[in-house]
């Protein structure tokens, strides 16, 4: 089976043309990092369709995939890739899920393992993506202030991530405090990118979002 890194997370956040009304820092503003962390998870529920990009150093094209997520946030969420879907998480009484519906095979992790610590950190979810979790766990390399946006890059602080990540750069929608884009870059030259499309916030059924899949899958 594919690395959790590689299957879950991939996409190549580019600033391209930044906007002249912007502000450049090396230091965060953190009263309003805190801002938006709140008003994100205050959300009751979120669907947002995704789109992925990774960079691999061992190939020469971009693979790209679509997908969707369904969150309640600090609390569940579902996560899909590929058209027809071929990956699922889903994060349930604290354990996630990670379900291959090509091979019918599936991963069960407690959500505070190191296998899904990224999709956790990616959806905003656990006390890694706290305000205290992301200043423990990383260091603020820079910060760019637009009239819509708030992206922070951060550097690795914590033995864990020093050892696989070399920054996280995630860009804040001011106005739903929900992430546009998450890059994941890789010490192992792998940049891994996720952008997010305007998040619907409309209440969805947790019953059918949120229960396991019912077909043969055999653990891993």
Known sequence: ????????????????GLSPAFARSNEIDTALLQELLAKRDSHPFIHADVVQEKVLPSISEKLVSRGQVWMIPQHAFRWELGQPVTDVAI??????????????????HDADSRSVRPIMLLLGMGKDAS???????????S???TKSDYTITFL??????????????????LKTAFPREVVWEQKDGAVITTRFKPPVFK????TEVFTLPTENYVKK
Do not use: H, W
């Open 1 to 16: 089976m594919r690395k959790p890194y590689y299957t879950l997370f991939t996409l190549l956040f580019l600033f391209g």
């Open 131 to 141: 305000y205290n979790g992301l200043l423990d766990n990383f260091k603020p390399l």
């Open 91 to 108: 994060l349930a009484q604290r354990d996630v899920y990670v379900y291959d519906k090509r091979n019918l095979t599936y991963q069960k």
């Open 203 to 206: 209440e969805f059924s947790v």
């Open 143 to 145: 910060a760019v202030k």
């Open 156 to 173: 690795p602080d914590s033995g864990l991530m020093k050892r696989a990540l070399k920054e996280l750069t995630i860009c804040f929608d």
